[in-house]
């Protein structure tokens, strides 16, 4: 089975039955909190270790996480370690996220600069993608110094590079046109 499918599938299964339960604000809060910690590079490698037995990684998991999260994700945990999908938990939890989100009307946007932008054009940019997509937003904002200037907009499945170095690229790209045609 793919991949994505095995995540979508956990993931909606979790989200169908906190929604049933009256739970999904205090499930999307579990979510984050094991997305933060399935980074950390101890976790990454128990969820991926083929040498620890599934009971074990379950003790484990119940000490690290059991008395932060709700019975019903634990539950969850539970049944990816018990199936050998363990791995795909960090995923699991990125769906879940991004279902809730779409579940509660607010659009996932990206702005990548090369420096950091001030509140106000923050607000402003938020302001106007919720005006276009008549939705609520979640700007994350990303610095990359590498753009040179400009920004980059990601609102979903839409993209906007304004970067100084997609300009640049463009640039050269027409100038290796046109040396090769002038010859």
Request: glycine share 4%; charged share 30%; aromatic share 4%.
């Given at each position: 089975?793919?991949?994505?499918?095995?995540?979508?599938?956990?993931?909606?299964?979790l989200f169908e039955s906190a929604l049933e339960k009256?739970?999904?604000?205090?499930?999307?809060?579990?979510?984050?909190?094991?997305?933060?910690?399935?980074?950390?590079?101890?976790?990454?490698?128990?969820?991926?270790?083929?040498?620890?037995?599934?009971?074990?990684?379950?003790?484990?998991?119940?000490?690290?996480?059991?008395?932060?999260?709700?019975?019903?994700?634990?539950?969850?945990?539970?049944?990816?370690?018990?199936?050998?999908?363990?791995?795909?938990?960090?995923?699991?939890?990125?769906?879940?996220?991004?279902?809730?989100?779409?579940?509660?009307?607010?659009t996932e946007s990206v702005l990548t600069t090369a420096?950091?932008?001030?509140?106000?054009?923050?607000?402003?940019?938020?302001?106007?993608?919720?005006?276009?997509?008549?939705?609520?937003?979640?700007?994350?904002?990303?610095?990359?110094?590498?753009?040179?200037?400009?920004?980059?907009?990601?609102?979903?499945?839409?993209?906007?590079?304004?970067?100084?170095?997609?300009?640049?690229?463009?640039?050269?790209?027409?100038?290796?046109?046109?040396?090769?045609?002038?010859?």
């Open positions: 089975m793919n991949n994505s499918r095995i995540s979508v599938r956990y993931s909606r299964a009256k739970m999904l604000d205090k499930v999307y809060n579990d979510m984050i909190f094991i997305s933060e910690v399935c980074i950390l590079p101890d976790m990454k490698e128990l969820l991926t270790s083929p040498i620890i037995v599934p009971s074990k990684k379950t003790a484990i998991l119940h000490k690290i996480i059991g008395n932060n999260i709700q019975n019903i994700t634990l539950s969850l945990i539970d049944l990816l370690v018990q199936n050998g999908r363990e791995s795909f938990l960090p995923a699991v939890a990125r769906v879940f996220i991004h279902q809730t989100k779409e579940h509660n009307g607010i420096v950091k932008v001030d509140n106000k054009i923050k607000k402003q940019i938020v302001d106007l993608v919720s005006g276009i997509f008549k939705t609520k937003v979640d700007l994350k904002e990303i610095v990359d110094k590498e753009i040179i200037g400009g920004f980059i907009l990601r609102i979903e499945d839409n993209y906007i590079d304004a970067s100084i170095k997609n300009k640049l690229r463009k640039i050269e790209k027409e100038l290796k046109g046109r040396s090769l045609t002038a010859g």
